[in-house]
C-alpha cells in the first residue's frame, strides 16, 4: 500500500508533528484504522497523515505543510459527507474533531461553534435557551460540512436554510492566513461559503442566529404505498399554500422494526414527517386535512426540538453503505408520482429511502444569487439514499438508487443539492450552482488559484 510516509522524508514529517498540539496519527499507529473510518462505510481510504487539529494553529500548521510539500488535502468536520469527500487516498486530511465549541451570546441570541462540532452537540446548548439554529434532520451531522453546502432541515421553511442564518465565520486560507467573514468583512468569501462548500478555505468557528425554539410539535403520518400518488398530488397542493411554521418532508420507505408498531415492519409506506412551531390547536386544525386521508399510523405529538433532531439517529449509525443520488423538482406531477409508486414499491432494503424536503416559506424567498445555493425557485430538494449495513448488499442499494434517479431525472429543475452528492463530476457541480457558477470561480481564483481545497464538490479555479 502507497502511504504518505514512504514519500516524505521523516525528519519532515517530525517537524511537522513538533508544530501541532494535536496528534499526527500515521498508517503505523494503532488508531489509524479507526480513524480513517468515515460515516459511510462504502468509503474506504487510506490517507497517508491525519492532522487531528484542536485549534487554529494546528489548522494553519497543517494548510501549510500540505501547500508545501504539494499533498492532496482533505478537511474532515463530522465526517457525514455520503460520497466520502471528507477523506482522501495517500495524502493529509485535516480533522476538525478537537475543535468544539458551543456558546451562546443571550444579548442578541447568536451562537459561535466550532469547526468540528455535531449539530447533536450545539442543539444540546441552544436548547438550554430555548433556542434552536435551523439545521438539517440527523443530529450526528457535521456542523461544517451541513452549513457550507446550504442546510435543509425541519426549520427551513420558517426559518430559511443554515447558510441563511450564518453571520459570520473564522477561516484558515490556501496560503495559511486567517481571516474572519461576514457582511462587512472579505464580503466575497462570506458570499461564496454560504453554499459553496469548502471550495475556499477551511472553517474554524461559525457564528449564527439563533431563534426562540423550545419544542415543536412533530412525527410521522404513514400511508399504504399504494397511495403515493394520491399523497404527493394532495402534499404538494398543501404544502406549498401551508404557513411558514408548518415544515413536513414527504418521503417513500420501509418502516425496519422498532420503535414502530410490529404491524408496520418490513411494510412499504408513503410518508410525511411533520414538524411545526406554533400551537397545538393550531396545529390540529391544519393537519386535520392529512388526518382525513385516513393515514395506517400517525405518531405526532409536542417533543422538545432536539429530539425531532435526534429522532432517526438510531437508524442511521456510522459505517453503514450508503449511496445517494439527488436532484432538485419544481412539481410532483403525475409522472413524477408514478415513478415515486414504482420504485416506493421496490425498496431494496429496509433502510433505503426516499426524501423531498420542501424549499418554500422563508427559504424559498431569498434571492437567487444572495447565496450561491442557486436553486431557491425550486420547490423540493430531492434525495434517494441506498443504505444497508451488509457491503454485500452495496451493488444492489446502488442500482435501485441510480435506477431510480435515472428515473426522475428527465423531469427535475436541473443540479442538486451538494451535500446530497456523491463524487459526481464537474458537469453536475455546474448545474447544482447553475448562474452562480462563474461568480464562484472568479473567488475560487483569488483564494486558491491552485486549487489546494479539491477533495470536495470541487470548483476549478
Not at 65 to 93: K, M, Y
Not at 369 to 380: E, F, I, M, S, V
Amino acid at each position: 500500500m502507497k502511504t504518505l510516509i514512504k514519500n516524505l522524508d521523516s525528519s519532515i514529517i517530525e517537524t511537522f508533528s513538533s508544530q501541532l498540539r494535536g496528534e499526527l496519527i500515521k498508517p503505523t499507529d494503532t488508531s489509524y484504522n479507526e480513524t480513517r473510518k468515515v460515516y459511510n462505510g462504502m468509503i474506504d481510504k487510506h490517507p497517508g497523515l491525519f492532522a487531528m487539529c484542536v485549534d487554529v494553529a494546528d489548522v494553519i500548521a497543517a494548510v501549510n505543510f500540505a501547500r508545501e510539500n504539494n499533498l492532496l488535502l482533505a478537511v474532515r468536520g463530522g465526517g457525514h459527507n455520503g460520497g466520502g469527500l471528507g477523506i482522501c487516498d495517500d495524502g493529509l486530511v485535516i480533522d476538525l474533531s478537537g475543535i468544539k465549541f458551543v456558546r451562546v451570546n443571550t444579548l442578541d441570541n447568536t451562537v459561535r461553534v466550532g469547526g468540528g462540532n455535531l449539530w447533536g452537540e450545539v442543539d444540546h446548548v441552544t436548547h438550554a435557551f430555548g433556542l434552536a439554529v435551523p439545521a438539517g434532520i440527523i443530529s450526528t451531522t457535521g456542523v461544517g460540512g451541513l452549513t457550507l453546502g446550504g442546510g435543509v432541515g425541519h426549520l427551513s421553511r420558517k426559518y430559511g436554510l443554515t447558510i441563511d442564518n450564518l453571520l459570520e465565520a473564522d477561516m484558515v486560507l490556501a496560503n495559511g492566513s486567517f481571516v474572519t467573514v461576514n457582511a462587512d468583512q472579505n464580503k466575497d468569501l462570506f458570499w461564496a461559503i454560504r453554499g459553496g462548500g469548502g471550495n475556499f478555505g477551511i472553517v474554524t468557528s461559525f457564528k449564527f442566529q439563533a431563534h426562540e425554539v423550545k419544542t415543536v410539535i412533530g412525527g410521522p403520518t404513514l400511508w399504504p404505498i399504494e397511495k403515493t400518488e394520491e399523497i404527493m398530488e394532495w402534499y404538494h397542493n398543501f404544502i406549498n399554500n401551508a404557513p411558514d411554521e408548518l415544515n413536513g418532508f414527504i418521503a417513500t420507505m420501509i418502516i425496519p422494526g422498532a420503535p414502530f408498531p410490529e404491524f408496520l415492519h418490513g411494510n412499504q409506506y408513503c410518508g410525511i414527517v411533520w414538524c411545526y412551531t406554533g400551537s397545538q390547536e393550531e396545529f390540529d386544525r391544519l393537519i386535520k386535512p392529512a388526518m382525513d386521508l385516513a393515514p395506517v399510523f400517525q405518531h405526532v405529538g409536542e417533543m422538545p426540538y432536539p429530539s425531532i433532531q435526534s429522532m432517526f439517529d438510531g437508524l442511521f449509525p456510522p459505517g453503514m453503505q450508503w449511496y445517494w443520488r439527488a436532484d432538485f423538482f419544481n412539481e410532483l406531477g403525475p409522472e413524477v408520482s408514478a415513478r415515486h409508486l414504482k420504485f416506493g414499491s421496490n425498496i431494496p432494503t429496509p433502510l433505503s429511502t426516499m426524501h423531498l424536503y420542501p424549499i418554500s416559506g422563508a427559504a424559498g424567498r431569498i434571492a437567487k444569487d444572495a447565496t450561491p445555493w442557486a436553486y431557491r425557485h425550486a420547490k423540493y430538494a430531492g434525495v434517494i439514499v441506498g443504505v444497508d449495513p451488509d457491503p454485500t448488499n452495496a451493488e444492489k442499494i446502488t442500482k435501485w438508487c441510480k435506477d431510480y434517479w435515472g428515473a426522475l431525472h428527465q423531469y427535475s429543475a436541473g443540479g442538486a443539492y451538494v451535500n446530497m452528492m456523491m463524487d459526481e463530476g464537474e458537469d453536475r457541480v455546474k448545474a447544482s450552482y447553475k448562474h452562480n457558477y462563474d461568480r464562484l470561480v472568479k473567488i475560487k481564483k483569488s483564494y486558491d488559484s491552485k486549487n489546494l481545497f479539491r477533495v470536495n464538490q470541487n470548483i476549478q479555479p
